[in-house]
């Protein structure tokens, strides 16, 4: 019987999850959450009323590598029935509603000044009705950041399963010590 490519997605993302828990390693567990105004997720609009969202991850760091692995949410915390209400929900589908959930493994190795991430994100919009489901998708990304006075990044996110293609992204940062 063929493995589907999901389940072999699945089971890779598990056994990627599960790696760094088994291993001695340094563990961090962060979790923040946020009230947002509105949900805009490249250049989509998702929805135009508040938004409560929320990150928990764990970090393990092994030597000079730190896996990171964790999921982000996004919830419509009211039922937003105004004629002007962009949302993630159907027209007579009610909120409160967990409206995007995103899990996300990566790997990062630190070589000297330098630092080099890998990793995949899962995109999932578990309402079925609405627009939204349209845009659930995974994303394999990879982050290069320097070192120095001017911290150069360069970060790239490659759409493997709805689009397909990938973009790119610069910046350049300079931390004030206070």
């Known amino acids: 019987m063929p493995i589907s490519n999901f389940r072999r997605r699945s089971f890779a993302l598990t056994a990627a999850l599960i790696a760094p828990v088994v291993l001695p390693a340094q563990t961090t567990v962060t979790a923040d959450a946020l009230m947002a105004s509105s949900f805009v997720w490249r250049g989509v609009h998702f929805t ?48 409160p509603a967990l409206t995007a959930i995103a899990p996300w493994v990566d790997a990062t190795v630190q070589t000297g000044p330098l630092a080099l991430t890998g990793g995949v994100t899962i995109y999932r919009y578990p309402q079925r009705t609405g627009f939204a489901e349209g845009y659930n998708t995974t994303e ?11 911290t150069p990044r360069v970060q790239m996110w ?19 010590d206070t």
């Open 48 to 95: 135009n009323r508040p938004v409560v969202q929320g990150d928990v991850y764990v970090t393990h760091t092994r030597g000079a590598v730190t896996y990171t692995s964790g999921a982000w949410i996004n919830a419509e915390p009211a039922d937003y029935r105004a004629a002007n209400a962009v949302r993630m929900l159907a027209p007579g589908h009610h909120g």
């Open 140 to 150: 394999l990304y990879a982050k290069l950041v320097g070192g120095g006075p001017l």
């Open 158 to 176: 490659w759409d493997v399963q709805k689009v397909r293609g990938a973009y790119v992204e610069t910046a350049v940062s300079h931390t004030l």
